[in-house]
């Protein structure tokens, strides 16, 4: 059974940090790209972040672009979103998603993970 669950989330200052992890299991990560969404309230749901079976291609949002890092580890069968410079405006639940195929699009993503909050606020 294919499994993806995220942990990490919080509440956070402006300018702080967080890393979110998502634990895979069910599924050889070797061969799934891998993507970071998120959801704010009364909106839709996000591309954010997406990395390569390979590890060696990942793709960001402009929005995230120099703040946010993807990083994998297959061995762990995990995958990591790091956030820095944290701002309100990134408050939002944060799913990991698997996908066959190289897409910034929700829809070609397989399997999702329950999400986890992320809250920044003073």
């Known amino acids: 059974q294919v499994q993806l669950v995220e942990s990490g989330g919080g509440l956070v200052q402006p300018g702080g940090s967080l890393r979110l992890s998502c634990a895979t299991s069910g599924f050889s990560l070797d061969y799934y790209a891998i993507g970071w969404f998120r959801q704010a309230p009364g909106k839709e749901r996000e591309f954010v972040a997406r990395?390569?079976?390979?590890?060696?291609?990942?793709y960001y949002a402009d929005s995230v672009k120099g703040r946010f890092i993807i990083s994998r580890d297959n061995a762990k069968t995990a995958v990591y979103l790091q956030m820095n410079n944290l701002t309100p405006d990134d408050t939002a639940v944060y799913y990991c998603a698997q996908s066959n195929m190289w897409s910034n699009r929700a829809s070609d993503y397989l399997s999702w993970g329950p999400g986890t909050q992320v809250t920044v606020s003073s």
């Open positions: 990395i390569g079976a390979d590890a060696e291609n990942t």
